[in-house]
């Protein structure tokens, strides 16, 4: 890849994290705001400057040539335009160009969350040699993309491997987005929280009623929490297959919150995998945690930022060189 740095931005509906990245992957400098995500457009828009100008203050700035950023969707790449479900004051923003603005109109490379999660752990993490791969970030929402035939497949618009809102129950609860059933309305932390409770988990004495504390409680044998998260392997199992199927991916990879679960999650989800992926080339399926950790989002944006100065069609066509 380019050898200077580059800018990177990665944001969510909690927190807006921005850093300088270099052509191995590594962070030099970084910055981070909260997310204002209920407050007008222009307000979250000052977030991502407040946090750029850290950036701009360090005297690698000036070295810098293009900025990536992988912001939660949907985005429309083509457009430079954001839609975030979760920041309601961004619809069909012109999010690019406004970081044109900031940054001295230096080229940006837009692709979204669950893409530049994707394209950091094809270049550094887990898929880093897998030619085929689907890599998901199970949170307080369920994104994904892929990589096919070796080189990041973002789609036209930036959404590609959106598997979260694949429907895997026809007459399942109505999902935000429109569908019914989708595997984030089964599989994200909170539902996987409310099922829990619905169906009589009481959180301790702390209160604690988040995935993480269904988790822990699933690891002391609590049979409700073993069930809710056992649900949730189920749909997450019924989305990679069919991606496997559509495609022929062999490994898949899970990050975010829920896939700090560890086994409570990946045993029932290998399980419930074989029930799924029935077909002789969707056998040999690989489910893996991801390696790249909470860093992830930057690191994949970077990958955009600097396949594109290296000369590469527009959008991370290869997240590893």
Known sequence: MHTDPVAALDIGGTKIAAALVDGEGTILARAQRPTP???????????????????????????????????????????????????????????????????????????????????????????????????????????????????????????????????????????PCGARGCVERIASGPHIARRAVENGWQPGPDGDASAAAVAAAARAGDPVAVASFERAAQALAAGIAATATLVEIDIAVIGGGVGKAGEVLFTPLRRALRDYATLSFVQRLTVTPAQMGTDAGLVGAAAAALTRRAGEPAGPARAGV
Do not use: F, K
């Open 37 to 175: 995500a209920r407050e007008h457009g222009d307000t979250v828009m000052r977030a991502v400057e407040e946090a750029l100008a850290e950036l701009t203050a360090s005297p690698l700035w000036g070295r810098v040539q293009a900025v990536g950023i992988g912001s939660a969707g949907p985005v429309d790449a083509s457009a430079g335009t954001v839609s975030p479900v979760n920041v309601p004051g961004w619809r069909d923003y012109p999010l690019v160009d406004r970081v044109r603005e900031v940054t001295g109109d230096l080229p940006v490379e837009l692709i979204g969350d669950g893409v530049a999660i994707t394209a950091a752990e094809h270049w550094q993490g887990a898929a880093r040699g897998h030619d085929n791969a689907l890599c998901m970030v199970v949170s307080t929402g369920v994104g994904g993309g892929l990589v096919l035939g070796g080189r990041l497949h973002p789609g036209p618009t930036g959404n590609a491997g959106h598997i979260g809102h694949i429907s895997v129950e026809l007459d399942g609860d109505p999902c």
